[in-house]
């Protein structure tokens, strides 16, 4: 007798389980079943809709490579998005907090304007058609990082408190194995790594920039220039939005290229369209 627990696969299953995936492949079972019937082979048609039902709900799917095409499909499709990826409050609460778009900044400024402003100030320079960052604040920016990477969640928290004058609530939290700064009266949700980096880059920027506001725009934008996590000191890799092994979260859309760390799960820095 086979062992079911061979045949399952925690890849695409549980919570893992790509529903995309699932659909496409109960699709396919559907039809090649009922393509049998037509022909008028009931047993067939019931021996592939209970093996190809198992194996979906053992493996994830049956028909191989579907991760790789069944969410393109389903993003085509005019099937809506929240029977997929559909959130109750709480998880939104967290999937919002997961774009690093959240920031320690109040307001989103013109990024082309804060470059304007940090090239303007010394922080950045050409090298080539590429802006780098000046060896000074480089060294500065990474130093400061280096130092914070090693601060409890709660005194992290408590420093961006006692540094940036805009921010007077600042709490902690941590839920499903990832940290969260949770800051001011709207409790905007900032990962750990984000904000570290933003803080590091702010107190880096202070012989800079006097503006408060520019200052903390800039922070932001010194995301674009690290190469490896503030937390986990992994390299990052440039990737997309894309979740679900190969499906977004907003299939009428082209999910966006972003920086991210591949130990920690978040996202750094995502780079601007064109």
């Known amino acids: 007798m086979t062992d079911l627990g061979t045949l399952r696969s925690g890849e695409y299953t549980g919570e893992n389980r790509c529903w995309p995936c699932t659909l496409v492949n109960l699709l396919i079972v559907g039809v090649a079943s009922l393509l049998l019937l037509v022909r008028r082979r009931r047993g067939g048609a019931a021996l592939v809709a209970a093996v190809g039902a198992g194996l979906v709900y053992l493996r994830g799917y049956v028909v191989p490579y579907t991760p790789a095409f069944a969410p393109e499909l389903v993003r085509a499709s005019p099937?809506?998005?929240?029977?997929?990826?559909?959130?109750?409050?709480?998880?939104?609460?967290?999937?919002?907090?997961?774009?690093?778009?959240?920031s320690l900044a109040a307001t989103d400024l013109d990024g082309e304007a804060v470059l304007r402003e940090l090239d303007a100030a010394g922080v950045v320079e050409a090298d080539g058609e590429m802006l780098r960052l000046t060896d000074d604040v480089d060294a500065a920016w990474h130093a400061e990082m280096e130092r914070l990477s090693d601060r409890s969640l709660p005194t992290l928290a408590d420093e961006i408190r006692r540094d940036v004058s805009r921010i007077d609530e600042t709490e902690s939290m941590e839920t499903e194995g990832r940290e969260w700064l949770v800051l001011g009266e709207d409790e905007v949700l900032v990962a750990r790594p984000v904000g570290i980096a933003e803080l590091a880059a702010y107190r880096a920027l202070g012989p800079y920039l006097d503006d408060e506001g520019v200052r903390l725009a800039g922070a932001r934008s010194l995301r674009m220039f690290l190469e490896t996590c503030p937390v986990c000191d992994v390299e990052l890799v440039e990737t997309d939005e894309a979740t679900c092994c190969g499906s977004y979260a907003k299939p009428r859309e082209k999910p966006d290229e972003v920086l991210a760390c591949p130990e920690c799960d978040q996202r750094l820095f995502t780079f601007p369209t064109e």
């Open 79 to 102: 099937v809506p998005d929240y029977l997929f990826h559909g959130l109750d409050a709480e998880d939104e609460r967290y999937e919002a907090a997961a774009d690093e778009r959240t």
